[in-house]
Every structure is written in structure tokens, then in C-alpha cells.
């Protein structure tokens, strides 16, 4: 028997029959994709994108005398330009080397490959026919011969990112997936989340290559990257701290319909009590859901160690771990059905002195107006949740992100809503959904809750992610178009914009400058600290 593991050491003494190996196991290149591998060994070309799954090197034309004497080369993608012929794109092979090859061998030897270029010639089609041409680059459709000029173009990276991360998804019974750029400027993969531990003192991040990072904030303002792994088989959607009360754990969601938890772990020696190193340990998987999981939420600490998660089918589902020193353990306690739509978001209500609360927002287009939000209250004498029917919110637009107020009032909480602009209500609380001072509940029965609307903040309908400060004084968002935007509450439901800036309005400093040039010019990497993933593309 053997027990691989990446969270022991070598000499950790488990059992004569188990032999213990220390390994660190990293993403590769699928197996059967050989001239990929072939390629990477021994490319003559590297490129400078470093992406888990993805090669770094690749065969140019100085390899094809040695290299090319190959008749059956695979096909990683072909382009109709229109004609008789298609530009074929090789496997392990830069863009310098692609062919022209007729449409009837395609017909006749790879006829599903041919049928997808079609199928995506006519998304593209469809797509530039309901966006301005201003707004819209022709890089997929025609595969512009100056892109073709340059095999380090990112235009390559999204190529390479579809064609084999489709692979890894295949292998695990998932969709093939396709990245594209539709700006005239090639932007990097997308990140989808960022998350502050309780603190402010560490970020997670968490990106569409199925990888996550750990960002560590040093005493000089600088964020320095402690880890980086590949921690689900899709898109990862969304990742959130738990308070610093349960440790150092991170959960994760994905498009692979699977949650999994993580906690730090230090690492120590025997003759040294000092930390060396920090290694992020997976707990566990949950993968009782049917569909991708959307999005995930901790509750608040006084509850436990709990977690909300709601999923493509209009699901939301409660896990509780029993026992808060063990992450490793967690029980459904709960399902609701919420929608027959696509759930976007999820939130719990922080307030200690009323019943728990929790909000499910839809960012489903065909949904109706009043059928985008519902909220669920914990009785915990009847041990459910039930749905508050009281409620009645005309949202315009799908919602993508709601919270709750840090900081609520005696007779009603406070959330914000994005659906389009910023919504904020406050939901008032009858007097049978508060807490008493022993922590007894009033007599059981649903409060009859009523909401209204104090704010509009506009955010030209782009709004994308909103937060409260910490004393539930300032929200913030963000928008599709890059801009964050702050508002104020100066009365009670009293708001003003504080602030507004846009992504491209940052201006390093000098000192930025030189501590940029200075990372760049560092041609050392350590291995337990990688470098960023802000390339400079050429």
C-alpha cells in the first residue's frame, strides 16, 4: 500500500506497511498530448507565459529540419478564412509553422474539428452584429496575418488555454472551454475573485486557469505572492477567508460543481521550533452538487464554522463543519431550492441580535423583476430555514453581488444590491425575530419583516462587486468598465459619492518604478515563492 500525500514529511512514521512519499505534484500537460511534450523538452522557441497545463516551449521553423519529418502531425485548431483552404494550427508547433490544408480532407479526417471553427466563426458573427465595430477587434474571425507574425502574442496564450484546458476538462466528464479577448487590447486570463482575510493583511486570488494565489502584504506597502497552485479542474468562480477565529482557511468554488477547503499549514523542523515555510493543505472536496457552483459564504463567527453555497440550478446548500478544529469534516445540514433559475450570489446577515438571515441573489437575464432576490430566516426552534414572502424587490437588472451591512440597527438590517446600479434597503424586523439578552428567541413565529428602499446609487448599470467598510459607513464597488466607486453615508439613508477612479488612471510612483525594473532585472526565481503573474507580453 501506498499513501502519497503533500502535507507530511518523508520521515513521517505512519505504519511499517505504509511507505510515505514526499512529493510536490505539480499541473502538467495532459499525457496523450505527445508532440506537446516532445515540444516541450526540446523547443527551440520559449515562450514567456507561464500557465499551469500549458507548455512553455514550442517547435519553431529552425526545428522543422530536425523535428518535422512527421506526416501526422495533430491539430490544435484551424481558421476559415474563407475559400477552398483553412490555416491549419499544429500541437507543440509556434503559429510560424501553420499550413494550408483543403476543407474536403477536413471533411473526410477531422469533420468535428472542422464543425467547431464553424460554430464559433458564427458565434463571432453574431456577436459583432449586436456590438459597435469600435468596441470589437477581428482577431478570431480572420486570425489577421500580423498576429500570425508573432508567436509570443497573447492572441497564442488564449489558443493554447481553450485547446488543452478542454482537454482537462474533458477528462474529468466537464465541458470543453474557450477563452477569447473581444478588446482591442489583449488583457490577460481574467481573475474572477479577490478576497482580504478578516485582517487586510493577506489577499486570495483566484482566476479562470483553475489556479489560486496567496498574496502576503509586506511592511512596505508591497504585496509579495507566498503561493500559487492549481486547485480545481475548471474556472474557479469565487474564494473566501473564514474569520481568523477557525485558522488560516480558504474554500474555493469552480465550474468542476466542486468546493474544496483549505487551510495553511506551518511547516517546522526538529532541531528548529521556528516556522520555515507555509504549505496550503486541501481538507476536503465537496462535490454533492449537480451543476457548477456559483458562489460561496461563510457565516458570521458567532454561528460556527458554516458555509452557504449556491449553484447554476437555482440551488442554495448549508454545511456545517461539526467539529471547528477540523476543516476537514462537512455535513449538509440543509438544501433550498431558491430559484428554477441560475443563482449568482450569496450572502448571511451579521447581525448578532436578530435571526440569521440569508439572501440569494440571480443573475439570470430571463428572470423577472421581483423574482431576483429571495431571503431565508432561521427559525431555530422549528431547525429551518424559511423563505420570508414579505419581500417584494423590483430589480431591473440580474443581480450580481448583494451584501449585508456589517453594522445593523436594532429594529432592521441594511443590504446593498448590485442589479445594474446599487440598490440599498433596510429590511425592517418585527419584534418576534429578535434576540433576547439570555439568547433565548421569542415565541416561534415567521417575523413579519417589510423593506425599503433608501438609496439608488448609480452606477450607469455596470456594477459588478460591492462591499461595506468595516463600520458599514462606505460601499464600494466595481464596475465591467474597470472603475471603482465609493459613496458615503453622511445622514441616515443619506448617501454621496466619495470617490471614482479608474483602472487606467493609476500612475506608479518612481519608487514603483524601480522596484518594477528591479523584479524584472531579477533573473533568479525562488521555488517557494514564484514570480507574478503580471508578464510583460511582447
Not at 456 to 476: E, F, H, P, T
Request: net charge positive.
Amino acid at each position: 500500500m501506498v499513501l502519497i500525500r503533500h502535507d507530511i514529511d518523508a520521515n513521517y512514521d505512519l505504519n511499517k506497511r505504509i511507505k510515505v512519499m514526499s512529493r510536490k505534484f505539480q499541473s502538467t500537460i495532459p499525457a496523450f498530448c505527445t508532440e506537446a511534450i516532445r515540444a516541450q523538452r526540446y523547443g527551440g522557441l520559449s515562450v514567456k507565459y507561464d500557465w499551469p497545463g500549458i507548455p512553455t516551449r514550442k517547435f519553431g521553423r529552425k526545428d522543422l529540419k530536425e523535428f518535422g519529418n512527421k506526416t501526422d502531425w495533430p491539430v490544435q485548431a484551424i481558421y476559415d478564412i474563407g475559400g477552398p483552404e483553412l490555416i491549419v494550427y499544429y500541437e507543440g508547433w509556434t503559429c510560424k509553422t501553420m499550413s494550408w490544408q483543403s476543407k474536403e480532407s477536413f471533411e473526410s479526417t477531422a469533420n468535428e474539428m472542422l464543425r467547431d471553427s464553424q460554430i464559433r466563426k458564427r458565434f463571432m458573427n453574431a456577436l459583432k452584429a449586436s456590438i459597435p465595430a469600435d468596441e470589437m477587434n477581428d482577431f478570431v474571425e480572420h486570425c489577421p496575418y500580423e498576429k500570425m507574425k508573432n508567436p509570443r502574442n497573447l492572441f497564442w496564450l488564449y489558443e493554447d488555454m481553450t485547446y488543452f484546458h478542454s482537454i482537462l476538462n474533458k477528462e474529468v466528464g466537464s465541458a470543453p472551454i474557450y477563452y477569447m479577448s473581444c478588446s482591442k487590447s489583449k488583457v490577460r486570463p481574467p481573475y474572477y475573485a479577490v478576497a482580504f482575510d478578516p485582517h487586510g493583511r493577506r489577499m486570495a486570488s483566484c482566476a479562470s486557469d483553475m489556479t489560486m494565489a496567496i498574496w502576503d502584504r509586506m511592511p512596505n506597502g508591497q504585496w509579495r505572492r507566498s503561493a500559487h497552485w492549481k486547485c480545481h479542474g475548471g474556472a474557479v468562480w469565487r474564494v473566501i477567508w473564514a474569520h481568523a477565529e477557525f485558522g488560516q482557511i480558504v474554500a474555493t468554488c469552480s465550474y468542476d460543481r466542486t468546493i474544496v477547503v483549505w487551510e495553511e499549514q506551518i511547516v517546522r523542523s526538529d532541531k528548529d521550533l521556528k516556522p520555515k515555510e507555509s504549505q496550503w493543505i486541501r481538507r476536503t472536496i465537496i462535490g454533492d452538487h449537480r451543476t457548477d457552483v456559483t458562489d460561496i459564504c461563510f457565516s458570521p463567527r458567532h454561528l460556527g464554522l458554516m458555509m452557504a453555497s449556491c449553484n447554476a440550478l437555482g440551488a442554495v446548500r448549508i454545511y456545517e463543519a461539526p467539529d471547528i478544529v477540523d476543516a476537514s469534516r462537512w455535513n449538509l445540514i440543509h438544501e433550498l431550492q431558491a430559484f428554477h433559475t441560475r443563482c449568482g450570489c450569496v450572502a448571511w446577515s451579521l447581525s448578532r441580535m436578530h435571526r440569521p438571515l440569508i439572501a440569494v441573489g440571480s443573475d439570470e437575464k430571463k428572470a423577472e423583476g421581483t423574482e431576483r432576490l429571495v431571503i431565508y430566516e432561521n427559525v431555530d426552534g422549528l431547525r429551518k430555514w424559511q423563505r420570508i414572502h414579505t419581500f417584494k424587490f423590483d430589480l431591473p437588472c440580474p443581480v450580481t453581488d448583494l451584501k449585508f451591512s456589517p453594522i445593523a440597527m436594532v429594529d432592521c438590517h441594511q443590504i446593498a444590491i448590485a442589479a445594474g446600479d446599487i440598490h440599498v434597503y433596510n429590511l425592517k424586523v418585527a419584534r418576534h425575530a429578535i434576540l433576547e439578552e439570555d439568547g433565548a428567541e421569542n415565541p416561534i413565529q415567521l417575523a413579519d419583516y417589510q423593506n425599503v428602499k433608501v438609496a439608488l446609487l448609480g452606477d450607469q448599470r455596470k456594477a459588478w462587486r460591492i462591499r461595506y467598510n468595516l463600520m458599514g459607513s462606505v460601499i464600494s464597488s466595481t464596475s465591467h468598465d474597470g472603475t471603482l466607486r465609493s459613496w458615503k453615508s453622511l445622514f441616515v439613508n443619506q448617501w454621496v459619492k466619495l470617490s471614482e477612479m479608474n483602472v487606467d488612471d493609476y500612475v506608479p510612483s518612481p519608487d514603483d518604478v524601480r522596484a518594477i525594473i528591479a523584479s524584472k532585472s531579477h533573473k533568479s526565481r525562488s521555488e517557494n515563492h514564484p514570480t507574478q503573474l503580471d508578464r510583460v507580453y511582447s
